[in-house]
């Protein structure tokens, strides 16, 4: 085993939660769909910082966590307050720019 | 006072005179057709002052430019815009402005009930000026734009009643057939430049003396000389507006449509003939395009009851004359133009005389209501018959003294042609003078003499035919005795012929092949014969007041031999299916080409759109696509 | 440097199970379910961390990660609904194709890009480690970019501050405390006070036997309901307390104007009774009242004793 194999585990988590995004109704499901997304990123930014023997791809990957606990806080009271006002948690109903 | 500040005053006169009472307006009612008098007057005095110039300098020295203003300058081509004062511009500035003023003289009594006189005057002036530019133009552009404002100035008269839809229709023909006349100048204007480089009258000689153009190119400009030449003149196959143009006033047919307009494509045929000496081919068409007109003039007019059709179907016929004389060459310039002349004198003479009988007859025209007008109209019956023996040729009024040299020179066999040229044209010239002496007397005839066939007009009034007044007779007098004596007085010892030698240059004489004696007693035999018939049908024998049903001949003839409808056939209708093709490819094509973009561009839009249906996973799915195709993209190459 | 034997167990272990947990977050009908695969796939997470020699993102990733945001996500599913299930049958055109299309794509694309690179030699970060992995990249953070960190931090307080202005609501009807409560109660003339404990009003045991308020009259109330619609109410006449009588003639006595009870009865007036409350509807009453008779509710039955 090398480390590729890390890579490519990342990889397939990145597809699924990119699947998870478009094949999912429900907001908050989405919205794990991209947390997921992150953390898959995260282990290839780990692991390409062991390939390299440089700890910058985990300060990379620090702030890739930082970052996206900050998302998940505003997109969170975003859904919340959608749902308030519209009752429904579901992505497509949100489709107020159809055209 | 020389040459070089009269001439331009030959022009700027009657073109201010136009411009003051056109721009006074109302205001000048009152007193316009005066200054349109002296205007025109003014310029015959001028002209006269010339002709004096002129006469005063040896033969070779006749011939004088001057220059007015330098006009177009582009690159290689220069020209300046200048006046040539030389005999044969002179012979037409005299008579435009003799009888012009005769003409403005007749109109203010015959216009005096006319609440539009003032205009009438103008637009004669403008005529004037546009005539005068147009024959003493030193180069084929300038012409162009005398040909062009005579064209309008016509059009204006004709159309001068234009609150009678008829009249303004036959003004607008006018215009239309001189239109297309108009492109053969443009044309011939073209191919000037392009073989010689200029299009002054001195330039061109020059070029066609210095062998720059080949005989086509000749032969081609002097078609396309002649084809302008006839629809200025109203020869075939452009003469079918010349009788429709007889709606205008008649002061207006007497001056445009007999005496000076329809000339002008005699002038332009006599002034190109270095062009037309070159190309024989052209010569023979301007000579059979005469003939043909001549004959066709003679047997419309045959038919014709109303009196100004007939006059100007003669005045057809007679120009047809000039044109045929014009095209035998260097033999006949100078005829043509001599008859131009005395043409000029007896047909205005005839003319102003209709109007006089129809002003007498409560402005009918149909010769079927008038007769035994001759014990009413005294002077009018005596100048017109004056005018009527001139136009037959008999001697010794002008009408023999030019008429008569045409036919002799019909005769001539050309230079390097068969003699068949000579008896074909002699003997058509000839049998031209017979029918001309059978209608002229017609109608002459069933005006004045046998008995009273008029007819109470819609109020029930009799028509009261009386003598019209002075200043309509004074003019009509003074035509008759230029139509009784010019001819013989030019004629002496050859003066007029000579006075045109600068410009038509010295020619032998020829002889015909018939004797000439025997030529002129035949041509009055012809004539004797026509008015004999003329004498027996329509004076002796009671006229019909309704035209009988007649040969197909007369009734050909009075529809102008069909003309209208070939006219319709080959031109009109065609030029319709073109216009109609044309509108429609622009709509389908042109119009659709942008209408067809601008929905193709909403279309595309409203395909785009779909994209927009506001679910944010199918953005989403867009977005991923994006990538993948993406990174495909960029990594395949590196693998 | 090449990942030990131990290493090696530990992948092919955690590397199906979060594949797995990762298309339970796909295929779940419940959100809940959702979330917990989610947070198996963070927890081995973790652990891979920790085997990839980042021991301090590897707790990073179980405190902040699964421990706050997670835990986050389970709060809002909480406000949200957390029985609301999820058809997975899907509803827009195409999107289903796409999504898989796209997903599949994308993985191949970059499976296969990752396969095909070419890599330098793992170099491993013993050295880096070398002061301790926290240590180095705390460096590393606060050397190089101790300006992307502060930026961070105000990141964090802006999302914090902007959570708190998304959920803000506004009110939209008149707050109701106490003293709007008790001035609608006047108005309205409803009961103010609140009712008395049972029996203090009482003056018998038995149940249709009104009790007397302090002014002697009786409290509706205190009787059942359906014995006051069938009219089996007692009159109070027979029970009503007279010490007011008493007391009357207590002081007219020491006045020295004493007077038999009925001048007293005569002195104090008629005492309004109530009247027998109005007997139910006629084919009702048929109950013992007409049995006891209690005076039809006038005074005089009382003396008449």
């Known amino acids: 085993m090398t480390l590729t194999n890390y890579l490519v585990l990342s990889g397939i988590l990145f597809s699924i939660g990119a699947a998870t995004v478009l094949l999912r109704r429900n907001a908050i499901i989405v919205f794990m769909g991209v947390e997921l997304m992150l953390n898959a990123t995260n282990l290839a930014l780990v692991t390409f910082s062991r390939l390299h023997g440089d700890l910058t791809g985990q300060v990379m990957a620090f702030f890739v966590m930082v970052v996206a606990a900050a998302e998940v806080v505003v997109g969170l009271a975003i859904i919340v307050s959608i749902f308030r006002t519209r009752k429904s948690a579901s992505v497509d109903d949100i489709n107020l720019l159809k055209s | 006072m020389d040459v070089n500040s009269l001439a331009p005053l030959l022009v700027a006169v009657p073109l201010a005179s136009a411009a003051v009472l056109l721009l006074l307006g109302r205001r000048s009612d009152r007193w316009g057709h005066w200054l349109g008098l002296l205007a025109s007057t003014a310029a015959f005095v001028v002209g006269a002052l010339l002709l004096v110039e002129l006469l005063g300098r040896p033969a070779d020295d006749r011939s004088i430019r001057v220059h007015l203003f330098d006009w177009i300058s582009a690159g290689r081509f220069d020209l300046s815009a200048g006046l040539l004062v030389d005999p044969l511009s002179l012979t037409f500035v005299l008579l435009v402005t003799f009888v012009g003023s005769l003409i403005h003289l007749y109109s203010v009594a015959y216009m005096a009930h006319d609440a539009a006189r003032r205009r009438f005057f103008a637009y004669l002036n403008l005529f004037i000026a546009a005539m005068l530019i147009l024959v003493l133009a030193d180069s084929y552009l300038l012409l162009f734009v005398g040909w062009e404002g005579v064209g309008l100035a016509s059009y204006l008269l004709i159309g001068f009643w234009n609150h009678h839809t008829p009249y303004a229709v036959a003004a607008k023909k006018a215009f239309v057939a001189n239109r297309v006349g108009d492109i053969g100048l443009l044309v011939a204007l073209m191919l000037m430049f392009a073989t010689f480089g200029s299009v002054d009258f001195a330039s061109v000689s020059a070029g066609i003396d210095g062998g720059l153009a080949s005989t086509a190119t000749l032969t081609a400009t002097g078609l396309m000389l002649l084809l302008a030449a006839c629809g200025k003149s109203a020869q075939f196959p452009l003469q079918s507006w010349l009788g429709d143009a007889m709606a205008g006033p008649t002061p207006v047919s007497a001056l445009i449509h007999a005496a000076t307009m329809v000339t002008a494509g005699v002038y332009l045929i006599v002034r190109s003939a270095p062009v037309f000496e070159g190309a024989p081919t052209a010569q023979l068409v301007v000579t059979v395009v005469g003939a043909i007109t001549l004959v066709f003039g003679a047997v419309v007019g045959c038919a014709k009851d109303d009196i100004k059709k007939a006059l100007a179907a003669s005045t057809m016929s007679q120009i047809g004359y000039m044109v045929l004389a014009a095209g035998l060459g260097p033999v006949g310039y100078a005829f043509a133009i001599f008859h131009l002349v005395t043409h000029g004198f007896f047909k205005a003479g005839m003319f102003l005389g209709a109007g006089s009988v129809m002003h007498g007859m409560d402005d009918q025209t149909d010769m079927r209501r008038f007769g035994a007008l001759r014990k009413y109209m005294v002077i009018t019956w005596v100048t017109f018959g004056l005018g009527w023996l001139a136009i037959l040729g008999v001697p010794p009024f002008s009408g023999f003294w030019s008429k008569d040299k045409i036919i002799e020179s019909a005769f001539v066999v050309p230079e390097g042609a068969g003699e068949w040229r000579a008896w074909l044209f002699g003997a058509v010239a000839l049998i031209g003078a017979g029918i001309t002496a059978f209608y002229m007397s017609r109608l002459f005839f069933m005006t004045f003499h046998g008995s009273k066939r008029w007819t109470k007009d819609a109020d029930g009034h009799e028509p009261h035919p009386h003598e019209s007044p002075a200043l309509m007779t004074i003019p009509m007098i003074v035509l008759a005795i230029g139509s009784v004596g010019l001819g013989f007085v030019l004629q002496l010892g050859g003066g007029f012929t000579t006075w045109l030698e600068p410009v038509t240059g010295h020619v032998e004489h020829h002889e015909p092949v018939l004797p000439v004696l025997v030529i002129q007693v035949v041509t009055l035999l012809a004539v004797a014969i026509g008015l004999v018939l003329a004498w027996r049908q329509y004076a002796s024998l009671p006229v019909p007041e309704t035209a009988p049903e007649g040969s197909a001949l007369t009734r050909a003839a009075r529809v102008d031999l069909y003309q209208d409808a070939v006219n319709d056939a080959v031109l009109v209708e065609p030029g319709r299916h073109l216009t109609r093709s044309l509108v429609y490819g622009d709509r389908t094509a042109v119009d659709g080409t942008f209408t067809g973009l601008g929905r193709l561009t909403v279309g595309i839009g409203e395909l785009v759109r779909r994209l927009q249906t506001g679910y944010a996973r199918q953005y989403a799915a867009t977005m991923l696509l994006g990538l993948v195709v993406l990174a495909v993209v960029v990594l395949a190459p590196r693998i | ?305």
């Not at chain 3, 977050?25 to 927890?43: D, E, G, P, Q, S």
């Open chain 3, 1 to 305: 440097m090449t990942p030990s034997t131990a290493e090696t167990v530990l992948f092919w272990v955690l590397a199906p199970i979060m594949v797995l947990a990762a298309s339970g977050l796909l295929f779940a009908r419940k959100a809940v379910h959702a979330a917990l695969c989610v947070i198996t796939v963070m927890i081995s997470l973790a652990f891979l961390y920790v085997a990839q020699e980042a021991p301090f993102l590897g707790v990073v990733q179980v405190v902040v990660y699964t421990g706050a945001v997670m835990m986050l996500f389970l709060f809002v599913l909480m406000l949200v609904g957390v029985d609301a299930s999820d058809s997975l049958v899907e509803t827009l055109k195409a999107q289903r194709w796409v999504g898989w299309l796209g997903a599949l794509g994308l993985g191949v694309v970059l499976v296969g890009v990752v396969g095909r690179a070419t890599y330098p030699s793992a170099v491993g970060l013993a050295e880096a480690n070398a002061p301790g992995n926290p240590t180095g990249v705390a460096r590393i953070i606060f050397g190089q970019h101790v300006f992307g960190l502060e930026v961070v931090g105000a990141l964090l307080v802006t999302a914090a501050l902007g959570a708190l202005v998304l959920t803000h609501r506004q009110r939209l009807k008149p707050l109701v405390k106490q003293p709007e409560r008790a001035a609608a109660r006047v108005a309205a003339g409803a009961r103010l006070t609140p009712l008395p404990a049972p029996g203090v009003y009482a003056r018998h045991n038995a149940m249709d036997v009104p009790a007397l308020d302090p002014d002697g009259r009786p409290i509706e109330d205190s009787v059942p309901r359906v014995l006051r619609i069938r009219g089996q109410e007692a009159g109070t006449a027979e029970y009503r307390a007279d010490t007011y009588r008493r007391a009357v003639t207590a002081v007219l006595a020491e006045r020295g104007t004493p007077a038999t009870d009925a001048e007293v009865d005569a002195a104090l007036g008629t005492v309004e009774d109530d009247p027998r409350p109005a007997a139910a509807p006629p084919g009702t009453t048929t109950g013992p009242t007409a049995d006891i008779d209690l005076g039809g509710g006038s005074t005089r039955t009382e003396t008449e004793r």
